[in-house]
């Protein structure tokens, strides 16, 4: 009878196997890999990609902080500047102030009235002179009365007054100097 040895069939076999098994694993090692490979490359660049953009916000954010500083300067400056125009414009108006009463009152005052004391303190006006009569005297305060520059006008003394040969009348007057309203 004859044997046959099936032995190294079975040993073939088995190698076989081995060796398909072994493909198998490394065939499954490189695909791991390479997806793990894959996978590290596209999260690096991910992060390569938000630290860019990280580095552009940071020089966005320093030129913007440059600026607010500089819009904090301008501020600054144009703050003084309205500060000084203020002061500028208060000056001005206390300027023509004085100019603007005087004009005024020159304006109200008749022909035959003449003036001898002028005072202005504080808003508190007093003026002396003499008028040739008690109606020159009243048209004058009447005049004054009109003017937006003074309110409040008020006789204080009046008398009858010998100047040389000719009788005056001597009068005293108390009023208010008003800055008129600049709605015009």
Request: glycine share 4%.
């Amino acid at each position: 009878m004859i044997h046959i040895n099936l032995l190294p069939v079975r040993a073939a076999q088995k190698k076989e196997k081995l060796k398909f098994q072994l493909f198998v694993l490394l065939l499954s090692l490189l695909v791991t890999g390479a997806i793990c490979g894959t996978l590290y490359f596209k999260q690096a660049w991910a992060i390569d990609e938000i630290n860019n953009e990280i580095a552009s916000i940071e020089a966005k954010n320093k030129a913007l902080r440059k600026k607010l500083g500089e819009v904090a300067d301008f501020e600054k400056k144009k703050k003084e500047i309205e500060q000084k125009l203020s002061v500028l414009r208060e000056l001005k108006e206390a300027k023509s102030g004085p100019v603007r009463l005087l004009d005024e009152l020159s304006i109200a005052l008749p022909e035959k009235v003449w003036l001898t004391q002028f005072s202005e303190s504080e808003g508190n006006i007093k003026l002396s002179g003499f008028g040739d009569s008690e109606k020159t005297v009243a048209l004058f305060m009447q005049k004054l009365e009109k003017s937006p520059y003074y309110k409040d006008v008020e006789l204080s003394v009046t008398e009858q007054s010998a100047v040389g040969d000719v009788k005056m009348q001597k009068f005293s007057l108390n009023c208010k100097s008003e800055k008129p309203s600049q709605n015009k």
